[in-house]
Every structure is written in structure tokens, then in C-alpha cells.
């Protein structure tokens, strides 16, 4: 996957990029999309003729052009492939580099959710915008080569539109970049709120939560903009056809007879398509632009330089100083841990045992050394992470042919298994201990008593599958839409009859029914993806507001691509679903009219065939579309990685550079390798599917057009009946790529609804002067506990035993499954949960435990309030926290609240052994 040249600037824009990267398969590119544009002017140029001539059934090169549109699409989709996969590499080489301290992880995430994935999708919009002027350029000259003057006339009033197309593509350009931005803005809030905000929620200050929620609700407004300027794009496109004839009879030109005599008024239809294709690909091209300036942005920030430097090699090692603090980036556990394992895995086993990861972790070397591990070691208890990071510096060390220094009293893990770990390191010569840590961890108290055989792997909960949300699901949201758009369907299929000479419309009566129907359809699109969007944001909502510790990828895949998809393209989709409903039913109608009851035939022939073609795809649609979920997880692990081994210190690290480039490297390319396949196998299905609906629709219009030499209709009705289907067939391809791309994409709403899902919560119950918490499961189960008020309770237990989960999941930090019905509310007390990094939040200073008391004084009154404080006060040593006890123990008496404070260095009067909460009778990982 690596690129042979040295790194390049993405500042060049888009063109610049891939014609570096990707010459020919550029050129090839354009050709072949303006090949795509020319192919349906020359299936409509040869319709016309047959249509005129009502008698010639020579429609061989009618299949010819059908069939070479569906070869064009499948030589763009290899084009495609070609040209993104330079572009992921290009990608990788700009992960690979060291990044500043500059770049946070919520920009990186950003760029990765949102820049290359707009780059990427915009590689055939991008040109689009060559492809266009070039066709009609060619068109023109074919007009007025074929036409002669009428063909003039006719291209200048197509012409016409584009001051328009120019206008249109402005203010798109300008509404979708403040969409961009909102949207930028919005993952990088969501991102920080995943981390911090299953803990600030407990707090009054919801400052960070309305921030996000202001932001969201600009979004939908900008969105909503965007309809209008999409859809009156769109309906320009289908009411834009009689505008030509309008402006001709305005002019009076006596050319005006020769022109609507001729064939192009069916030509129109691409003519226009292209120049109103414009301002799509304008937007398209200047977001591309942007989002190649962000990655330059990154591209800036960084350097190739190794992650450590060179001299490093050469350097004396001598002592390693541990450092709890190591940057910990997403893999198996294997990964995380330094040097050739292959020569010292018997030592890498016997030291898991030593550390006690086994059995807590797994119940055998194996298991616990493929253990996936979140960025940072969030799914690790702070006891787990601890003996990580000892795990890995031992390696470090051994590595380099140095010395672990260890100054750190091993707070976070119990008397037993301190002295346990310290014990087995000590037996290691290249492992030393401070004498402050020797002594610090010698004065801790005595053994604990153990709590079960085994432990739980620290797996979250597993949630019920989400629901399905399916098509009538759509129905329910916007029924009325559906109703609203049948009125400019209608218009629109009868609108080809308003310009044959029997109808007798004048110009000006033309003109206001075009605006009619522009107006008619932009409000019912309008009304369609505002309330789908509304909805979807109340979503959104809900689940920000109560939202749990989770996976961290799938969390960010919800708050960036999930929310982005149901805004975007499910409420497009809805439109296009509604729209093709109604057109296909008035396409019924036209038919019935041009041919009878064999029309009606024909109509029922080609909805069989589109079911079946529906029911061949659907399935393989959504199977991609659940794979390219994966595919994203994968690409934002990488981005992870990336960004943790730019953060390694030179401490510790000293001679283990190629280790970590191997590292970050091989971590990168995976990522973005199943990434990479995963969505090009679904843009390939959704292309083969779109692609193949066009054919089918061509075949069914030649169809149409043989019948035509058959019987001998009104020249109105048949007239209607071609351009009925001519107008199903320029919008059948996207919506019946709508209608599976919905089914597939609809992963995204279930995603959203499992996001917002109610969540259970552990009821606390004051009954007198007792304080009783329900009994809940987590990864364990846990027994209902009993606490009497204005008390300070210690809660003890050996190192992993779940301290961090039990108190998380009475505070409701974490997902939980309750076992009774909760309590009513005026009798609950309100709980917190603090811990270090709690502290620090809402302080500003980690370690600020003077800070506690300030918080603690400020507390309401009248409420009683469920104090759960998780070692908060580990960073501070053994003297003073003897001090903090002191003051908890005054403010329990004092105010009357109830504290369960957990540090491994002490144990109160009032304990709490954890042993005796765990339910024996239920089974490990119950949930």
C-alpha cells in the first residue's frame, strides 16, 4: 500500500491530486463520462426519429446505445477504483507521518468521518465538471450541424438556463459550505462529548450538550435550504423542458414551427440534465476543495520524520522510568507490548499469571493477549491499565538492554495483588523499585479477601438487536408528503402535451404552469425531509442527553456518519421514494391512454420486473452497506493508532522506533485496506444496481417504441406515452437506486434508534434513615445493597474484581439491565460518580482534590445526594489522603449524605465488601 514518491502537499486541489497520482486514468475517466452524457442524447435523438416516422420498427440501434450505457457504467466503476485507491494511499502515507501536538484527536476524527469521505465520493462529480462543457459544446455543434438555424434556436434557449444553472450553483456553494462547517463543528463537539459526557451529564452545567444541540439545529436549517435549491434544481430539470418552447414563442421566430416539428423537444431532457448537472458538480468540486485543504491542514502539522530520533539508536539506554501514562492505542493486547515476543513468549505467559491478567482477563494466554483494547485502555479498569503498562515496560526494558525504574506505589491495585506484582517484577534484573514505592506499597494494608475463582472479561453489555426500520416505517413519518408529490407528477407527466399545436396554450399559460409545478414540488420535498429530519434530530437528541460508556468507534460512527446519512440521504431518499410512486402511477395512466389495455400491460410488465430486480439486490445492497459500517470502524482504528503512536515520549521509547512505524504502519495499511474493499463493494453494488434499472427501462421504451409502429394511435396519446416513460427513465435509475439504497442505509436510522433507545437506570430509594440500591447486572450481577444515610462507606475488593463497574452502573454511567422497576422519583437521591478524571473536568486541574470540597459544599440542601467517588484521590500520597478521608468523613456528618468512596490504600469502618454484592447464582457475562 505504500506510495513509491515522498509526501505530497494536498494544496493543489483536487486535479492536481489525481492527475499527479492518476493521469491516465483520469483522461480515461472524462472520456467515459462524456460518453455517458453523449449515449441517452443519441437513444433520444434515434426515439424521435421512430416516434416521427410512426411506422419503422428499426430500433437495433436503439439496443445498441441501451447496452452500451450499462458497458459505460461498468468501465467508470473500474476508473473509480483505480483513482480512490491512489487516493487511499495517499491517505495512509498522510497518516503514517508524526503529528504535532497541535492536532487533536477530534480533528483527526474528524477528517477521517468527514474530508476523506467527501473526497472520495466526489471523484465523479469532480469530472463532471469537465466532462459537461465539453459535451455541450459537441451538442451545440451537432444542433446546428442536424438543425441547421432550428438547432440554433433551440441550443440558445437551452442556453438560457445557464445564468441560472451559474446562480444556482453560488448559493449552493455557499449554503453547503456552512453546512460543511456545521457538520465539522458537530462531530468535533460529539466527539469530546463521547469521552466526557457520560460523566458531566450527572452535573447541572449542560453547557457542552446545548452547544451541540444549537449546532444541530443550524445544520437542519442549512439542510433544509439545500432541499430548496436541490429541488428546484430537480424539477427544473423535469418542467424545464417546456421553457424552450416558451421563449420561442415569445420571440415569435419563425423557426418556432420546425423546431417543435423536429426531435428536440425529447432532447431537451439531456440538454438540460447536463447543464442543471452543473451547479451539482460546482458543489461538489468546491466541497472536495475543502476538505483537501483540511488535509493539508494536517499534511502541515506533521512531519516525516521518524517517531524517534535517529541518534537514539546509538544512544546508551541505561534506566527506563515507568511511566503509568504510555500512550495506549486501539489493538489486541499483543500488539501493545514491545520487542520480539516469538523468543520470550514463555516469559510473556508466566508474567500474565504473575500480574494476575489471568485470570481476569481470559483463562488462558491466548485469550487475554488477543483481547481488544480501546484507544487509551478504555475498556481496562484503572488496575488492568496499570499492570499494562507495567507489562509493557518490562518489555520495553528487556528491548533495549536496560533498566525499569519504578517510582509509583501501584495505588490502583490492591494490598495482595501489589505486593503480588511487585514480588514478581523484583525477581526480573533489569526491574527495580524506588525505595518511596518499596516503602509506599509495604505499608498498605493487609490481604482482601478474594472475590470468586475468575472474572469477567471487560466486555460491555450486549444490547438487544435494533429494530428494523423499514418502508411502511418510512410511510408513517411522511404519508402526507407522498400525497403532496402526486400533484407535480401528474403536471409533469402530462406536461409533453401542452406543446403539441391541437393544445392551444399560449406562451404565458405555459410559463405559469411550469412555476406551478416547480413550486408544488420543491413544497412537498420540503415538507418531506424537514419532518424526517426534525425527527431523526429528536433522536439524536435523546441519546446525547442520557448517553453511557461504549465502543468508541461505533459511538463516533453514530454522531458523525450515521447522523450525516439519516440528514442527508434517507431524507433524499424519502423524496425520491414518494416522487417515483406517483410518476409511476401517472406513467400508468399515460400508457393507458397511448395504447389501452395493452398499455396497462406493458406498465405491469415493468413494475414485475423492477420487483424483481429489487428483490435480486436488496439483499446483496444492504449486506455491503453493514460491511462498509465495519470498513469505517476499521479506518477510524487506524486514524486511532496513528494518532496514539504520534504521541509516544522519547522516554522509554528511546531505541524502539522501527518497532513503532512497523506498528503504525502495518495498523494503518489494514485499516485502510478493509476499509478500502468494503466500499468499493458497495458503491459497485449500488452502481450494478442503479445501471442495471436504466437498461431495463431503456428495453421497456423500445418496447414502447415498436408498439408505436404497430398500432396506430392519437398522435397525443402516443406522444404522452414516450414521454411519460422518457421522463421515468431520467429519474428511475436514482430512485430506484433510492428505494435500495434506503433498505441499505437504513442501517443508519436502526443505529440512530439503538442510539436513542430508553435506557435502564438503577433505583436508589430512601425508605426512612436506609438508603437501598436495586439489584442490577452489568458484566456481573449484583445483589441489592443497603446503606444507612449521612454515613462514609469504604468499598473494597482485590483489583479488577468490577469496584469502577458497580459504582458506574448505579450512577448510570454505563449501560445496565435492572431486575424490578424503578422507584418513584421524589423518594430516589441524586448520585455522582467522580473520579480522577471527573475531577479534573470540572476543575481544570487534575489532582485538585481541595477543589472537592468547594464542589461538595454547593451540593442542594434539600436533596439527599449519592456520593460514589472511584480513587479520586490516587495521584496524592498516603499522608494526605488520610487528610482527604478526614474531610469526607466531617461532610457526611454535616450535610447528611451518603459516600462510597473506593481506594486501594484504605478501608473504613463502614465497608462494603464487593464478594458479597456479586449474585453467585447467575452466570458470568450474563448480559
Known amino acids: 500500500m505504500a506510495a513509491p514518491s515522498e509526501g505530497r502537499s494536498f494544496a493543489d486541489g483536487f486535479f492536481g491530486l489525481v492527475f499527479s497520482v492518476a493521469p491516465w486514468a483520469v483522461g480515461a475517466y472524462v472520456l467515459v463520462s462524456l460518453l455517458q452524457y453523449s449515449v441517452p442524447l443519441l437513444f433520444i435523438y434515434r426515439l424521435s426519429t421512430l416516434v416521427m416516422a410512426q411506422g419503422s420498427a428499426d430500433v437495433a440501434l436503439l439496443l445498441f446505445l441501451a447496452i452500451s450505457g450499462f458497458l459505460l457504467v461498468v468501465s467508470e466503476l473500474n476508473l473509480e477504483r483505480y483513482i480512490s485507491l491512489r487516493l487511499c494511499r495517499e491517505f495512509e502515507r498522510l497518516l503514517a507521518r508524526k503529528m504535532h501536538l497541535r492536532v487533536e484527536v477530534s480533528v483527526l476524527e474528524r477528517v477521517v468521518s468527514r474530508d476523506f469521505s467527501i473526497i472520495l465520493d466526489g471523484i465523479g462529480a469532480c469530472v463532471n465538471l469537465l466532462a459537461i462543457p465539453v459535451f455541450l459544446l459537441l451538442s451545440i455543434l451537432l444542433a446546428l450541424l442536424v438543425f441547421g438555424p432550428a438547432g440554433f434556436w433551440a441550443v440558445a434557449v437551452i442556453g438560457a438556463f445557464l445564468p441560472l444553472s451559474y446562480l444556482l450553483a453560488r448559493l449552493s456553494d455557499h449554503n453547503y459550505k456552512r453546512i460543511m462547517d456545521r457538520v465539522a463543528q458537530r462531530i468535533e463537539q460529539c466527539s469530546v ?23 444541530l439545529a443550524g445544520e437542519r436549517f442549512l439542510r433544509n435550504v439545500d432541499t430548496l435549491l436541490r429541488g428546484a434544481d430537480s424539477y427544473i430539470i423535469g418542467f424545464g423542458r417546456l421553457i424552450p418552447f416558451v421563449l420561442l414563442g415569445l420571440l415569435g421566430t419563425s423557426e418556432s414551427a420546425m423546431v417543435w416539428d423536429g426531435a428536440i423537444f425529447w432532447l431537451s431532457i439531456p440538454l438540460l440534465a447536463a447543464v442543471l448537472a452543473l451547479p451539482r458538480s460546482y458543489v461538489s468540486y468546491k466541497a472536495v476543495g475543502r476538505s483537501l485543504k483540511e488535509l493539508n491542514g494536517l499534511y502541515q502539522n506533521s512531519s516525516r520524520h521518524s517517531l524517534l530520533p535517529p541518534a537514539a539508536a546509538d544512544k546508551p539506554c541505561g534506566l527506563i522510568a515507568f511511566d503509568a501514562d504510555w500512550p495506549i492505542w486501539p489493538g489486541s493486547l499483543i500488539e501493545l507490548i514491545p520487542g520480539r515476543l516469538e523468543s520470550q513468549r514463555e516469559d510473556l505467559h508466566a508474567l500474565l499469571g504473575a500480574l494476575r491478567l489471568i485470570p481476569e482477563l481470559g483463562q488462558d494466554p ?14 481496562l479498569s484503572a488496575g488492568q491499565r496499570l499492570r ?63 472475590v470468586g475463582e475468575r472474572m469477567a472479561s471487560p466486555v460491555p453489555a450486549r444490547d438487544p438487536p435494533p429494530a428494523r426500520f423499514s418502508l411502511a416505517d418510512l410511510f408513517k413519518y411522511c404519508g402526507w408528503g407522498v400525497l403532496m408529490l402526486w400533484v407535480p407528477a401528474l403536471m409533469m407527466s402530462y406536461a409533453a402535451n401542452l406543446t403539441l399545436p391541437e393544445a392551444g396554450y399560449s406562451p404565458w399559460q405555459v410559463l405559469l404552469y411550469v412555476v406551478a409545478g416547480v413550486g408544488a414540488g420543491i413544497t412537498g420535498g420540503l415538507f418531506i425531509e424537514n419532518l424526517l429530519r426534525s425527527r431523526f434530530s429528536c433522536l439524536f437528541t435523546v441519546g446525547l442527553r442520557d448517553i453511557r460508556v461504549t465502543g468508541l468507534a461505533d459511538a463516533l460512527q453514530v454522531v458523525s456518519r450515521d447522523i450525516t446519512t439519516t440528514f442527508e440521504r434517507i431524507a433524499w431518499y424519502a423524496h425520491d421514494i ?19 389495455l395493452f398499455g396497462i400491460a406493458v406498465a405491469l410488465l415493468f413494475s414485475g420486473l423492477l420487483a424483481v430486480l429489487y428483490r435480486l439486490s436488496i439483499n446483496e445492497l444492504y449486506r455491503t452497506r453493514v460491511e462498509s459500517v465495519k470498513g469505517f470502524d476499521s479506518l477510524l482504528r487506524s486514524a486511532h493508532v496513528a494518532f496514539a503512536i504520534s504521541r509516544t515520549a522519547g522516554v522509554g521509547f528511546e531505541r524502539l522506533g522501527d518497532w513503532l512505524a512497523l506498528t503504525q504502519r502495518d495498523a494503518i495499511a489494514d485499516g485502510l485496506q478493509h476499509f478500502y474493499t468494503t466500499r468499493m463493494r458497495s458503491v459497485i453494488a449500488r452502481t450494478i444496481t442503479a445501471a442495471s434499472c436504466t437498461l431495463l427501462s431503456d428495453l421497456v421504451i423500445v418496447l414502447v417504441a415498436l408498439m408505436g409502429s404497430f398500432y396506430q394511435t392519437r398522435e397525443s396519446a402516443f406522444v404522452l406515452a414516450v414521454t411519460a416513460l422518457l421522463l421515468v427513465r431520467s429519474d428511475l435509475a436514482n430512485v430506484f437506486l433510492a428505494i435500495t439504497g434506503f433498505k441499505s442505509q437504513s442501517v443508519s436510522v436502526e443505529r440512530l434508534q439503538h442510539f436513542a433507545r430508553p435506557k435502564s437506570s438503577v433505583a436508589v430509594v430512601i425508605a426512612g434513615q436506609s438508603l437501598r440500591i436495586a439489584p442490577f447486572i452489568a458484566q456481573r450481577g449484583y445483589r441489592a445493597l443497603h446503606l444507612e444515610l ?29 431486575e424490578e422497576p424503578g422507584a418513584t422519583p421524589d423518594l430516589t437521591s441524586t448520585r455522582y460518580y467522580l473520579d480522577s478524571n471527573t475531577l479534573a473536568l470540572l476543575s481544570g486541574a487534575p489532582g485538585a482534590s481541595r477543589w472537592l470540597d468547594t464542589w461538595l459544599s454547593t451540593l442542594p440542601k434539600e436533596r439527599h445526594h449519592l456520593l460514589l467517588l472511584d480513587e479520586p484521590f490516587s495521584a496524592l500520597p498516603s499522608e494526605q489522603l488520610a487528610e482527604r478521608v478526614q474531610a469526607l468523613h466531617r461532610f457526611v456528618e454535616r450535610s447528611g449524605n451518603t459516600l462510597v468512596l473506593v481506594d486501594h490504600r484504605c478501608r473504613l469502618e463502614h465497608d462494603i465488601e464487593l464478594g458479597e454484592l456479586v449474585s453467585s447464582d447467575r452466570p458470568w457475562n450474563a448480559v
Request: with cysteine.
Open 578 to 596: 414518494a416522487w417515483i410512486i406517483a410518476l409511476l402511477l401517472c406513467n400508468g395512466v399515460a400508457l393507458w391512454m397511448g395504447f389501452g
Open 790 to 818: 449521612g454515613r462514609l462507606y469504604s468499598l473494597s475488593g482485590h483489583s479488577g474484581s468490577g469496584k469502577s463497574e458497580y459504582l458506574k452502573g448505579v450512577a448510570g454511567i454505563t449501560d445496565v439491565v435492572i
Open 388 to 450: 499494562l503498562q507495567l507489562l509493557r515496560g518490562v518489555f520495553m526494558a528487556r528491548a533495549q538492554d536496560g533498566t525499569l525504574s519504578i517510582d509509583h506505589d501501584l495505588s490502583a491495585l490492591d494490598a495482595t495483588a501489589a505486593l503480588a506484582v511487585k514480588d514478581a517484577l523484583e525477581r526480573l534484573p533489569w526491574v527495580s523499585f524506588s525505595p518511596s514505592a518499596t516503602r509506599a506499597i509495604a505499608l498498605r494494608e493487609g490481604p482482601l479477601a478474594q
Open 366 to 379: 491466548h485469550q487475554v493477549l488477543q483481547l481488544p483494547v480501546e484507544l487509551n485502555g478504555s475498556n
Open 193 to 215: 462529548w463521547l469521552r466526557e459526557g457520560p460523566w458531566l451529564k450527572q452535573f447541572a452545567d449542560r453547557t457542552a450538550l446545548q452547544s451541540i444541540e444549537r449546532t
